[in-house]
């Protein structure tokens, strides 16, 4: 399995960015998918997850309001809207596929992106 992210770069806050996931190497449908993020210095953090159905979508209490996960199976792509960004959002953010487990942890998905940087300043 490879997830291929893109989408991140420099916005100044309040702004928004679409990053988007591109999965190979299997039947993209049939799983959960999600992102993480890791600012400097600090440990990677669960940010959303969806399930292969769109069925059931959880954010973490900062992106909700202000991030949307989506997906599109026929495309094989997962996304991540980000509007009235912070500069507090400043990570890399990685494109992640669900295993088992609690959704929060970082353990609980098999795949991950190389990850995409994204900067906000203020």
């Known amino acids: 399995v490879q997830l291929v992210e893109s989408g991140g770069g420099l916005v100044q806050a309040g702004g928004s960015l679409r990053l988007s996931c591109a999965a190979s190497?299997?039947?993209?449908?049939?799983?959960?998918m999600g992102w993480f993020r890791q600012a400097p210095g600090k440990e990677r953090e669960f940010v959303a997850r969806?399930?292969?159905?769109?069925?059931?979508?959880v954010y973490a209490d900062s992106a909700k309001g202000r991030f949307t996960i989506s997906r599109d199976n026929a495309k094989n792509t997962v996304y991540l809207q980000m509007i009235s960004l912070k500069p507090e959002d400043t990570a890399v953010y990685y494109c992640?596929?669900?295993?088992?487990?609690?959704?929060?942890?970082?353990?609980?998905?098999?795949?991950w992106g190389q990850g995409t940087q994204v900067t906000v300043s203020s």
């Open positions: 190497g299997r039947t993209f449908g049939s799983v959960a």
């Open positions: 969806i399930t292969w159905s769109a069925g059931i979508i």
């Open positions: 992640v596929e669900y295993r088992a487990g609690s959704i929060w942890s970082v353990g609980s998905y098999n795949y």
